[in-house]
């Protein structure tokens, strides 16, 4: 109890929650669209940068078996959620599929919102998590998107919407900055660390009231979606949480760094993956997806997912 | 005065990921040219995939009369069933018809 509230008590989980109280009362707040683009490559790079410093000083052996279980991850959870979504949910192929891929990917935010949360429990986290964050990003997307292939019922294009997942903004500038960081290790990375690590969550605040503006918008189709998907989008994130939690502490990482990668595997995309599904599963109703991820998922794993599997690592490791 | 032609200026609103797709699609079917603008706005379709990553596009491009009806009738086909997309043409009179007319 004591995690769950003290979770929610940060600046990074309340702006969210001014973003959804300003859209509630019809506030006119808006983030300004460059300043939104604008922080989202700042985060992005941010993160692969500090990323990046990690991965230059961990030996390579220590990422073969993260690396393995996240890409493995990555596999599994567009499967599960595709075939809750058909038969728990009773969402046709098209769109079970583009939720699917929503939650093969990885919500940046929400792996961002894990790493504050266990960091200020004073729990040490590996640095190199970055990393993998840009592993689960892609792999998931391109097995949903094949399931709406073989059922022929992806008419859109392909080619296209792969291009969009892998060169989309998001994974060049985490690639982009990992590389930069790897390059150059910690010590060259010390004259941008000003700019890059002292105003990140400053940064991450405003970025939270944006996303909390969208979420409140999704938040009214939530009831229109219906119950059953509401409770799909509670339960989807648990169990491929523990999934992540379990496959993270026996891939060796600290129990820190499982409850991140446990919330890395429950979190659903809303940057890389809609635009991808919108140009391969043009059928597909974004009613569905977005308000799953953004609406659903997405404050689920802010509010409770996080401390859940902060508190069944703790237990996890124990047992292993 | 000038000498003003008469053509069609074909307007296209859409989804911005159709941006690439639509400047190839007019291209290929004639047009010399095309003015891109982003815009806000509201139609028969509620829910949109971008409306939280942007606005719209409108996409603005002179030409013959031939070419805006093949145009038309192209984005009719490919993305009237799937994607917010309107189409429109109207008459506008020009000078220095060469510029669009190749």
């Given amino acids: ?320 | 005065m000038a000498l003003r032609i008469p053509l069609r200026k074909v307007t296209i609103i859409a989804e911005r990921v159709l941006r690439d797709d639509l400047i190839t699609l007019i291209k290929e079917r004639g047009a010399s040219g095309w003015t891109l603008t982003m815009v806000e706005g509201e139609g028969s379709r509620g829910i949109r995939a971008s409306e939280w990553e942007g606005r719209n596009i409108q996409i603005d491009t002179l030409v013959s009369s031939e070419v805006a009806e093949t145009i038309m009738d192209e984005v009719g086909r490919r993305y009237f069933k799937d994607w917010s997309v309107i189409v429109y043409v109207a008459d506008v009179e020009v000078l220095r018809k060469d510029k669009y007319i190749g």
Avoid at chain 1, 20 to 31: M, P
Avoid at chain 1, 179 to 190: D, F, M, N, T, V
Wanted: glycine fraction near 12%; charged fraction near 10%; aromatic fraction near 8%.
């Fill in chain 1, 1 to 320: 109890m004591n995690a769950l509230t003290d979770n929610l008590i940060s600046p990074v989980v309340l702006c969210f929650v001014l973003g959804i109280a300003a859209r509630w009362i019809k506030s006119d707040l808006a983030v300004p669209e460059p300043l939104y683009q604008g922080l989202s490559i700042y985060l992005l790079l941010a993160i692969g940068l500090k990323g990046g410093s990690a991965l230059a000083v961990t030996p390579g052996g220590d990422l073969i078996l993260p690396g393995a279980v996240t890409l493995a991850l990555g596999i599994i959870t567009p499967v599960s959620a595709f075939f809750l979504m058909r038969r728990c949910g009773r969402l046709g192929v098209e769109d079970a599929a583009a939720v699917a891929a929503h939650y093969g990917s990885v919500s940046v935010v929400t792996f961002l919102a894990a790493v504050e949360a266990v960091k200020r429990t004073g729990v040490e986290l590996e640095g190199f998590l970055p990393a993998l964050v840009a592993v689960l990003e892609v792999p998931g997307i391109i097995v949903a998107l094949l399931f709406a292939n073989q059922a022929g019922t992806g008419k859109g294009s392909w080619k296209k919407a792969l291009h969009e997942v892998v060169t989309g903004k998001s994974i060049v500038l985490l690639l982009g900055g990992l590389l930069i960081g790897w390059a150059c290790g910690p010590q060259k990375l010390e004259d941008v660390q000003p700019f890059f690590a002292t105003a990140f969550k400053g940064a991450l605040c405003i970025f939270m009231i944006e996303l909390g503006l969208a979420a409140g918008k999704r938040l009214r189709d939530a009831g229109r979606a219906g119950l059953r998907l509401l409770i799909l989008g509670c339960i989807i994130p648990v169990l491929h949480g523990v999934l992540g939690v379990s496959a993270g502490l026996l891939a060796g990482l600290s129990p820190g760094g499982a409850a991140v990668l446990g919330a890395m595997a429950g979190s659903a995309s809303y940057i890389a993956a809609p635009a991808a599904v919108r140009v391969a599963l043009p059928g597909a109703n974004p009613a569905y997806y977005l308000t799953l991820a953004l609406g659903i998922t997405f404050p689920f794993n802010l509010a409770f997912g996080i401390p859940l599997f902060q508190t069944l690592a703790n237990h996890f490791s124990l047992w292993l």
